[in-house]
């Protein structure tokens, strides 16, 4: 069984632990697309905004594909729970019979890539948005710029650095609108410039 595992956020340029477990390069866009944000706040990144499955508030944005060494799903999608540190219930998986996530058009638009693809299988992380939840209040564009200039030091810098690292492709509303934001290209000159206004 040929198995694809996708990525469009750290994945791609830190795959870690989950080397040993892959072949060959990265497909870049050779996946599905699929709607995403950065509507995660996510303690691994010190409380930065993390890119995650979101049809809420997200764009389709494009996923990348990296050839799992594995030729069982489970054990593959244990491989990804681990890099992940996610629980398996948020390791999403499809054939093109098949499927296991939380999100329904997500599974479908990954078991027809499965049916036309090159792969029999496809893996990927479902992590869910949790800014609500953090935050109390609905993600938007301006809320989340709010937040992030409220992340001091070794935050911010992770924060900024994860999301100018994030492939080209992931180009969410945020992502856009941080483009064109002065706060923001402040940031690129380091610490000393990371003072919300």
Known sequence: M????????????DIENLEPFVTGDWQMSGGPALPMEFSR????????????????V????????????????????????????????????????????RLPAVNSRVMQWC????YDAALWTDLEPTFHESQGQDFTVLRAIEYLKTLRG?????????????????????????QNDPWWATLSAGPAAQTAP
Not at 61 to 85: G, K, M, W
Not at 115 to 118: F, I, N, R, T, Y
């Open 2 to 13: 040929r198995i694809a595992i996708l990525g469009w956020g750290s994945l791609i340029w």
């Open 41 to 56: 706040v996510s303690p691994k990144r010190k409380m930065g905004l993390a890119v995650c499955l979101d049809p809420e």
């Open 58 to 101: 997200g764009a389709l944005c494009a996923t990348h594909v990296i050839r799992s060494t594995r030729t069982d799903v489970q054990q593959a999608a244990r491989d990804l729970a681990a890099r992940e540190r996610a629980p398996m219930d948020r390791i999403g998986w499809a054939t093109a019979q098949e499927c296991f996530g």
């Open 115 to 118: 049916a036309q693809g090159d």
């Open 154 to 178: 070794e935050q911010i810098e992770e924060a900024y650095r994860y999301i100018q690292e994030a492939p080209p492709t992931t180009m969410t509303p945020l992502r856009r609108a941080l």
